[in-house]
């Protein structure tokens, strides 16, 4: 059974830095492509950045060289390095997997939020 | 970008109506597209993707169509579990993009 498992959620001020973690299990993440997925309080679902099974990354344009996605395939885990960070971040941040070939999302985690605020 | 274009916003339906939900993209995206429901503090849920294929495990009273630019959702009876708010979403290429969502209120 695929799961996902988020943390490092919490309360940082403007300027300042978080990392998200996604902990992975009944799948292998070196085989799929990852994202995460944002959702400011009481708004809709915003993609914010994807590392494919290859490594290679994409990004939003708001968060392009603020934010970094990365993983440890031995740990079977996501990051999200979140740097600069604005009030506009503060949202509930998924972790999605991507399914094999078709790329839609097939499977989220939890989510974990994230509250940018002096 | 690709900017995705749901109505309505919001809905209100009765037990047993038949729901549509239409979803628009600025540009052709084949059938690249994906709808999820999202119940209040939970995770998107899965329902169709590739436009038209029913996600293993959703009731069969969920159907999806279309194929360029135009793409509706419907729910064949509506039940009272299906409450909730809607997204559609392109994956067509990055960066995927969402739907404003509808909610759907059960009368």
Do not use: H
């Amino acid at each position: 059974e695929v799961q996902l498992l988020e943390s490092g959620g919490g309360l940082e001020q403007p300027g300042g830095s978080l990392r998200l973690s996604c902990a992975g299990s009944g799948f292998t993440f070196s085989t799929y492509a990852t994202s995460w997925v944002r959702q400011a309080p009481g708004k809709g679902l915003e993609w914010v950045s994807a590392i494919t099974g290859g490594g290679s990354t994409y990004y939003r344009d708001s968060v392009r060289g603020r934010f970094t996605i990365s993983r440890d395939d031995s740990k079977n885990t996501l990051y999200l390095q979140m740097n600069s960070l604005r009030a506009e971040d503060t949202a509930v941040y998924y972790c999605a997997k991507e399914s094999l070939g078709d790329s839609y999302i097939d499977y989220w985690g939890q989510g974990t939020l994230v509250t940018v605020s002096s | 970008d690709i900017q995705m274009t749901q109505s309505p916003s919001t809905l209100s339906a009765s037990v047993g109506d038949r729901v549509t939900i239409t979803c628009r993209a600025s540009q052709i995206i084949t059938t690249w597209l994906a709808w999820y429901q999202q119940k209040p503090g939970k995770a998107p849920k899965l329902l169709i993707y590739k436009a038209s294929t029913l996600e293993s495990g959703v009731p069969s009273r969920f159907s999806g169509s279309g194929s360029g630019t135009e793409f509706t959702l419907t729910i064949g009876s509506l039940q009272p579990d299906d409450f909730g708010t809607y997204y559609c979403q392109q994956y067509n290429s990055y960066p995927y993009t969402f739907g404003q969502g509808t909610k759907l209120e059960i009368k």
